[in-house]
T-cell receptor, first 111, second 113 residues
Framework: GENVEQHPSTLSVQEGDSAVIKCTYS??????FPWYKQELGKGPQLIID?????GEKKDQRIAVTLNKTAKHFSLHITETQPEDSAVYFC??????????FGTGTRLTVIP | DGGITQSPKYLFRKEGQNVTLSCEQN?????MYWYRQDPGQGLRLIYY???????QKGDIAEGYSVSREKKESFPLTVTSAQKNPTAFYLC????????????FGPGTRLLVL
């Protein structure tokens, strides 16, 4: 089955700097990789996802890159703002019609 | 206003008591999921259902039970066999199972008295 490792577990950046979170996965057959943002006491919300037919996808200050050969994908947040502070989760499909989630990265943006 | 609702927001359980967490969606999604979230451990899958009247165990199903009698509803019962039930419980749904976006509800925090 799928296994997803996420690094780092915590990340602090100065406002305006960039943040990068990386995930590796084990199942080479996986083709869909979402990223979720979870604010304190709330459910996770999808912020961006990528399918394996592309290597990069951008949405304003957020981008995701995918390296299928190396089996890793990364979330990039540029020009970070205090409201970007949250826990971010990556995920990858299992072979059993569900998603396996990484353990999360707590991002703190320091004003 | 479409989405997933969970109730209650907070739930207290006494020793030996079964409690049921509600999850409803009006997105017309076939697949629904229950996750448990403990600090520092991410999201762990309890049960999932790809279609009405069918469900499968996830990674930590012991001490939990579910039903899927209606497409829009997927209640989770935390039984007295679950010895450490204190956690944040999240329900999600997707159009179908597998490589599809899951949409999450706001969560229910379960505490033991």
């Amino acid at each position: 089955g799928e296994n997803v490792e996420q690094h780092p577990s915590t990340l602090s950046v100065q406002e305006g700097d960039s943040a990068v979170i990386k995930c590796t996965y084990s199942d080479s057959a996986s083709n869909y990789f979402p990223w979720y943002k979870q604010e304190l006491g709330k459910g996770p919300q999808l912020i961006i996802d990528i399918r394996s037919n592309v290597g990069e996808k951008k949405d304003q200050r957020i981008a995701v890159t995918l390296n299928k050969t190396a089996k890793h994908f990364s979330l990039h947040i540029t020009e970070t703002q205090p409201e970007d502070s949250a826990v971010y989760f990556c995920a990858a499909p299992t072979g059993a019609n569900n998603l396996f989630f990484g353990t999360g990265t707590r991002l703190t943006v320091i004003p | 206003d479409g989405g997933i609702t969970q109730s209650p927001k907070y739930l207290f359980r006494k020793e030996g008591q079964n409690v049921t967490l509600s999850c409803e969606q009006n997105l017309n999604h076939d697949a629904m999921y229950w996750y448990r979230q403990d600090p520092g451990q991410g999201l762990r899958l309890i049960y999932y259902s790809q279609i009405v009247n069918d469900f499968q165990k996830g990674d930590i199903a012991e001490g939990y039970s579910v039903s899927r009698e209606k497409k829009e509803s997927f209640p989770l019962t935390v039984t007295s066999a679950q010895k450490n039930p204190t956690a944040f419980y999240l329900c999600a749904s997707s159009i179908v199972g597998g490589e599809e976006t899951q949409y999450f509800g706001p969560g229910t925090r379960l505490l033991v008295l």
